[in-house]
């Protein structure tokens, strides 16, 4: 598979009410059209629910749109050349509650990888152990900032959480 093959996939399940979006997945309004004008999105209108649940979500993280931001730099820094705007995509659902495999509506964690495998193979290799993708993410944002995170765990290999972050293959 390829990368617009997982933008394809993310806007069918966007379209069907799948996941944890924000409005627009998160994408700012030219990033959005552009999408737009790039894939063709699906013709759907999704019901008001949906669209009260996506408001409140982007409600929720409006005021971590810094944060947002800075996973989103440092995801393209280790994305695939054609693979935009997937790093903006994945940090916004990032901000979501739920596994970041659920909360994009994908069908499982593996699925997540192989998105990740395609998409940001840099991160698949530096994330050897198969912890928790939201968990690696701020992990290595922690292990390599200039003190703009805090990392709740000095050293997850003393960390009672673990078993909780880290999947055996």
């Known amino acids: 598979m390829d990368e617009r093959y997982w933008l394809r996939r993310l806007l069918h399940l966007y379209a069907h009410g799948e996941g944890c979006y924000p ?22 209108t999704a019901p008001s629910d949906i669209v009260l649940r996506r408001t409140l979500m982007s409600e929720l993280i409006a005021t971590r749109k810094e944060e947002q931001a800075q996973l989103a730099d440092w995801l393209e820094c280790h994305m ?11 940090a916004s659902v990032s901000l979501a509650f739920n596994h970041l495999w659920q909360d994009l509506g994908l069908s499982s964690r593996e699925e997540l990888r192989e998105l990740m495998t395609d998409c940001f193979p840099q991160l698949v290799e530096m994330n050897s152990e198969n912890m928790r993708w ?12 200039e003190g703009e995170l805090v990392c709740r765990s000095p050293s997850c290999d003393a960390c009672c959480e673990r078993q909780v972050c ?4």
Do not use: T
């Open 166 to 169: 880290f999947e055996v293959y």
């Open 23 to 44: 409005l627009s997945m998160g994408l700012s309004d030219p990033l959005w059209s552009n999408l737009d004008a790039q894939m063709d999105k699906p013709a759907y």
């Open 134 to 145: 939201k968990k690696f993410f701020y992990r290595q944002r922690c292990l390599h900032s």
């Open 80 to 90: 695939q050349p054609d693979a935009a705007p997937m790093q903006h995509i994945i």
